[in-house]
């Protein structure tokens, strides 16, 4: 690929791919730069995966705007990337008499933004739709509209239907400077330097760097880390809905909700810290999720957590999406500070950068855009005759590696042979769930490593968890050391 | 006279065994519930051995390494040696469970034997 | 498809219950699934000695053992797939995956439920950090060892000292790796006695008991694991923070028996071992559904799932065999007293008992110069005096069956304080 580009995007997460998957609507070469080895590398894989309702933010602000507004997007998003989805509903649980007031004024704000068909909801009512919710609740607010998806497809499907499109993508290429060359951009990552008329800056908890190497005007991120624990599949059922406590000026609290393939989700955190580049769990955030997670749900059977994890949310100072042209860089767009409700916005974010970015380039439409992009094919998603009849067909199909959530190697096959596709353990996880179950990859991950090998032809002690220096094997036993 | 209390590995049962002795001499053996415990206990304060089990290279199998042990036991003092001598060599497919794959293993006398059958390629 | 008894897993259990089957009924079509390329299960990779001394009188390596049983079935009416995922169990009917069939069901009679164990990970651990590579559990350790031959690290520190744990200190040293430090959270190891010695001591490893890792430090790949000394209620004490700088760590926290298919068939589990309750034919609470090995409880001598499997599966045949009468008179129940976590099997029907009965059990805690009691009814019938009983060694006490004529409602197992 030559590197002169019309637009190039850094950060391959669900704001880039988002906005890269609009613009591939248009007439314009675009490049997606992402630092890590593959999509969804960042915030975008360590989240709550909540498609939130809109209530909380504050009105007339862009977080308001891009969360109603990619909440509306998602069903028929979620239809043409094969990305799973439910819309279950939150309640907003309210456990003290004294709080009620909160949630009133929650509702007020919900109905200001237009989020439609909302209730509060008596003593009783909650008690109903979640048998196991604290005995002091006194009332909740329920929004129908609020849903569960799986972050990972989402980035993934918005990346690969851009991709389908005309998009290119380049990996482990942190981009090291912007700089402003009179009508175009020069955008140096370690191996190459790119040409360009207009970035977009999707760079997460760096998206302030990026944007202070172009501009007086300076932004801050600071990482807010959240800790979550993942309870066992057995646990489905537990809540039915997500179970929010109500807000705090860190945000939206330590949730207890279903995940859209059957876990239970508990966290996350909201703790401040100053390193970008680590994401530990750490003791404290996991006493805070045990604890946080019993003011509203009695009894959260914590004791089935398969695995604990953590992300880093970019909160900028302003505590605002700030998604917009940078007035002394001309052709720099931001978007800084995206993080909740970041997830549910994306799609919303996408249409309004893309159409920021198209009137500035003067972009047309190409006469033919496909939205729809096909998820690896699952063999358990189908009907018994259809599956027996892929499996006579292509036998690696009823061969399963992951038992613990019955993937077959046809579709580690598919995760891997793809475009955009799996090059690393963690790589075939996000695409295809083989060591996200109750074993967290013990049986699998051996079987699913040769497959990566024999498919890329990677060698065996060169494969990674999720790439860089995270190789997994250290060299073949009888090596001279 | 000096006592040393040993764990005898030659079954789960794990007994513990008081071995008492003076100077090189064995005085006495207490705390074995059998003979093959007694005969440990005997050995392992004077020239201790042990079973060495490990994986060594094939050619043209259907893998490339196959389990493996020493025959009998080989002084412990020589386990590393034993170990470098495996890891130095190479056999060939087909091997079956039993077949000496080196006759005499780091000049300890002892042969390595194959644990596992494996086919050829 | 269609089979007398459908056993699930050809490992040491598997395989131990459809030779015993086949010998007691050889007009009986006996069909394994099995989900590897090869019979013999966990043993293929336990390359190391101590299995059969009980069954064979010798010492054999897992795979031998493993050979050992192999052998007999070509001479029996036992049929086995390989590369074969069972699904899902009924009480007639088991549900199964591979290449060249799809997913095809299969009728059968009985059904024997040998699926093994899996073990803990760290994210089950809650062990708080970074999630680099180089973490694995010591089993997958194994495997890549021994059976794919890679090094899974160079500098290794290892949580646990079960068996698995301190076997692999000994083949990660062999194979040239630094071994620093097993770690135990408890004040006791929960491995063989042996092991210690022939794994750990001879190696120069040490064990530090009453010690947990509380941090684990690199981004991508393991940097440095932080340990701390526990207190008695296993919190770690501040102040006593090492780090161990180390490419990997290898965890061997314990063993969860695989009953996923169980509690689909609405087998009852038992809390205490996480498998099946039994009865003395190793008969589920569902009728026609047996099992034994691991996924019945973690055991430490493979001798013990020989010898319990093939009582499964002479059981499992003479099910399938004849229809005797209805048993009427309540079985008798088995208890865990004081100091027993759990027993093998739960309840007896004295009737179905030939020679003797063999209740395994585990001890909740270590015990010195302490007294196995065996109460018929309340009352004691036999005390005898154990040196030493630790919850890592499986214990048994055998009924003879003119004994247990003696029994009226329950048998309780119990551990006196010396």
Redesign the interface.
């Given at each position: 690929m030559n590197n002169s580009y019309d637009i190039i995007i850094i950060g391959a997460g669900v704001t880039g791919a988002a906005i890269a998957r609009e613009l591939s609507r248009y007439e314009c070469r675009v490049l997606v730069i992402e630092k890590d080895e593959d999509l969804c590398s960042g915030t975008s894989k360590a989240n709550s995966g909540i498609v939130h309702a809109g209530y909380d933010a504050k009105p007339g602000t862009l977080k308001a705007k891009m969360n109603i507004r990619g909440n509306g997007m998602m069903p028929v998003l979620a239809q043409e990337l094969d990305i799973p989805f439910k819309q279950i509903g939150s309640l907003v649980v309210c456990t003290d008499e004294s709080m009620r007031s909160g949630i009133e004024e929650l509702y007020q704000r919900g109905l200001t933004n237009g989020v439609p068909n909302m209730k509060i909801l008596g003593r009783e009512e909650v008690i109903q739709m979640e048998p196991n919710i604290s005995e002091n609740v006194v009332c909740a607010l329920f929004a129908p509209n609020a849903g569960i998806i799986c972050p990972f497809r989402l980035n993934i499907a918005l990346a690969e239907c851009a991709n389908q499109n005309g998009v290119d993508f380049v990996f482990d290429s942190k981009v090291l400077s912007v700089e402003k060359k009179g009508d175009h951009f020069e955008v140096t990552a370690p191996d190459e330097v790119y040409r360009c008329s207009a970035v977009i800056n999707c760079a997460g908890c760096h998206s302030d760097e990026l944007h202070n190497m172009v501009s007086d005007r300076k932004l801050h991120i600071t990482p807010r880390r959240g800790d979550y624990?993942?309870l066992d599949r057995s646990t489905k059922g537990f809540v039915n809905h997500v179970i929010f406590p109500q807000p705090t000026r860190l945000g939206k609290g330590i949730l207890v909700t279903p995940t859209v393939h059957g876990n239970t989700l508990v966290g996350p955190t909201a703790i401040d810290t100053d390193n970008k580049?680590?994401?530990?769990?750490?003791?404290d955030?996991?006493t805070q999720v045990s604890a946080g997670s019993a003011r509203n749900v009695e009894g959260v059977p914590l004791r089935q957590?398969?695995?604990?994890?953590s992300g880093l949310r970019a909160h900028e100072d302003s505590g605002e999406f700030i998604l917009e042209e940078v007035s002394d860089c001309p052709g720099f767009f931001d978007c800084v500070g995206i993080e909740s409700p970041g997830l549910t916005a994306c799609p919303a974010i996408g249409e309004y950068m893309a159409s920021q970015v198209s009137a500035k380039l003067s972009l047309t439409l190409k006469k033919e855009w496909n939205p729809i992009c096909h998820d690896v094919k699952k063999p358990f998603e189908m009907s018994?005759n259809e599956?027996?009849a892929l499996?006579?067909e292509h036998?690696?199909y009823?061969?399963?590696i992951c038992?613990c959530e019955?993937v077959t190697e046809g579709e580690i096959i598919d995760a891997v042979k793809r475009p955009l596709g799996a090059r690393s353990l963690d790589g075939v996880k996000r695409r295809t769930r083989a060591g996200m179950g109750?074993?967290?990859?013990?049986?699998c991950?051996?079987r699913v490593m040769?497959i990566i090998s024999r498919e890329t032809g990677i060698p065996?002690?060169e494969v990674?968890?999720?790439?860089?220096?995270?190789?997994?094997?250290?060299?073949?036993?009888?090596?001279e050391? | 006279m000096d006592t040393r209390e040993l764990t005898c590995i030659n079954c789960p049962m794990g007994c513990r065994i008081t071995v008492t002795m003076d100077g090189g001499n064995i005085i006495s053996i207490e705390g074995n519930t059998c003979k093959r415990g007694e005969v440990y206990a005997r050995t392992e304060v004077t020239t201790p051995v042990r079973i060495v089990t490990t994986t060594i290279k094939v050619n043209g199998g259907v893998s490339d390494r196959v389990s493996c042990k020493t025959r009998e036991s080989v002084p412990k003092e020589k386990i590393f040696l034993v170990m470098e001598a495996i890891n130095k060599a190479c056999c060939y497919a087909p091997v079956k469970i039993g077949d000496v794959l080196i006759s005499d293993c780091a000049e300890t006398g002892i042969p390595i034997v194959a644990t596992k059958s494996l086919e050829k390629k | 498809m269609r089979s007398d008894i459908v056993i699930v897993g050809g490992g040491p259990a598997g395989l131990a219950a459809a030779i015993a089957a086949a010998k007691e009924n050889s007009s009986l079509d006996i069909l394994i699934l099995e989900r590897d390329s090869e019979l013999g299960g966990i043993l293929n990779q336990c390359i190391h000695n101590g299995f059969g001394l009980h069954t064979f009188n010798e010492e054999l390596t897992g795979p031998e053992y493993a050979a050992r049983f192999e052998e007999q079935l070509a001479g029996l009416n036992i049929r086995y797939m390989l590369n074969t995922m069972v699904l899902d169990v009924e009480s007639s009917k088991v549900t199964a995956i591979n290449s060249e069939e799809g997913v095809f069901e299969v009728e059968c009679h009985a059904i024997v439920l040998c699926m093994g164990c899996r073990e803990r990970p760290r994210g089950a651990l809650n062990i708080p950090g970074l999630r680099p590579a180089g973490i694995f559990t010591a089993g997958t350790a194994q495997r890549l060892v021994n059976i794919e031959g890679y090094m899974p690290g160079r500098e290794v520190v290892i949580l646990g000292s079960g068996d698995i744990g301190l076997i692999m200190a000994r083949r990660m040293t062999l194979e040239g790796a630094k071994v620093k430090a097993v770690c135990e959270l408890m004040p006791y190891s929960g491995g063989l006695k042996r092991n210690i010695v022939q794994c750990l001591d001879d190696f120069n490893i040490p064990l530090l008991l009453s010690h947990t890792v509380i941090d684990i430090k690199g981004k991508e790949r393991v940097t440095s694991v932080v340990i701390a000394e526990v207190d008695s209620s296993l919190k770690p004490i501040p102040g006593t923070e090492q780090e161990i700088t180390c490419d990997t760590l290898l965890l061997s926290c314990g063993l969860i028996p695989e009953n996923e298919l169980s509690r689909a068939a609405d087998v009852k589990i038992n809390p205490a071992t996480n498998g099946p309750v039994v009865n003395e034919s190793f008969e589920t609470s569902v009728p026609g559904i047996f099992s034994c090995g691991n996924v019945l409880h973690v055991h430490d001598l493979v001798d013990y799932v020989s010898e319990e499997s093939s009582r499964a599966g002479r059981s499992a045949a003479k099910f399938v065999s004849y229809n005797g009468p209805e048993y009427s008179k309540p079985a008798i129940l088995i208890k865990a007293g004081n100091g027993v976590r759990y027993t093998v099997p739960s309840n007896v029907r004295d009737i179905n008992v030939e020679d003797d009965l063999i209740i395994r059990f585990r001890s909740g805690n270590v015990y010195k110069n302490a007294y196995v009691d065996v109460l018929f009814d309340g009352e004691v019938k036999m005390h005898r005096k154990k040196q030493i009983i630790t919850p890592g060694e499986m214990e048994q006490v055998i009924i003879k069956r003119r004994d247990l004529d003696e029994v009226d409602s329950d048998i309780t197992i119990r551990i006196m304080e010396g």
């Open positions: 624990m993942l580049d680590e994401a530990p769990v750490t003791a955030g996991l957590v398969i695995t604990g994890f018994a599956r027996n499996i006579k036998p690696e009823g061969r399963i038992r019955t109750r074993c967290q990859g013990g049986f991950s051996p040769e065996l002690d990674t968890k999720n790439g860089g220096n995270s190789k997994i094997l250290t060299g073949r036993t009888k090596d050391i | - | -």
